[in-house]
């Protein structure tokens, strides 16, 4: 459901490189797809230490208990080809790319088009489509 510029990857068999800052109750499941397959590409899960070290990652998934580090973490993606992910509270309004949500007792997630778009990412209008479209905050 999202497509990466080209220039993301060196060869059409370099791993997505799924990379999990902080510790959530959503970290286990992300946990599970390492080595798992995604458009060809197989998934690494990484764990980068540094925030310059999150430039390697294809994704970023911010657990909630990272919010310390939000802004940093949201400065050292913005402009690069990184979809941002994150169960942090109005993520997506903040300047990621996808946040999750619960509403009615179900996981919910809203999207930043202008984020995916700084980032050069293609969200398919499917996934738009079962998404709340959400912009940026200003303040």
Same mark, same amino acid.
């Given at each position: ?30 946990g599970s797809l ?7 590409? &197989? ?10 070290? &999150? ?81 940026t905050d200003k303040?």
């Amino acid at each position: 459901f999202i497509d990466w510029p080209s220039s993301a990857f060196e060869a059409p068999n370099t791993p997505i490189k799924l990379c999990i800052w902080g510790n959530s109750p959503v970290v286990a499941a992300i946990g599970s797809l390492n080595d798992k397959k995604a458009k060809n590409r &197989i998934i690494n899960i990484l764990r980068p230490q540094e925030i310059r070290d &999150i430039a390697q990652c294809h994704v970023l998934f911010v657990a909630s208990a990272s919010q310390s580090k939000l802004k940093d973490l949201l400065g050292a993606t913005d402009g690069k080809a990184i979809l941002t992910v994150s169960d942090v509270q109005n993520f997506a309004q903040r300047g990621g790319v996808i946040g999750l949500f619960v509403s009615g007792g179900k996981m919910r997630f809203a999207i930043n088009r202008d984020a995916s778009s700084r980032s050069e990412l293609r969200i398919s209008s499917q996934l738009l489509k079962l998404g709340k479209i959400v912009s940026t905050d200003k303040h």
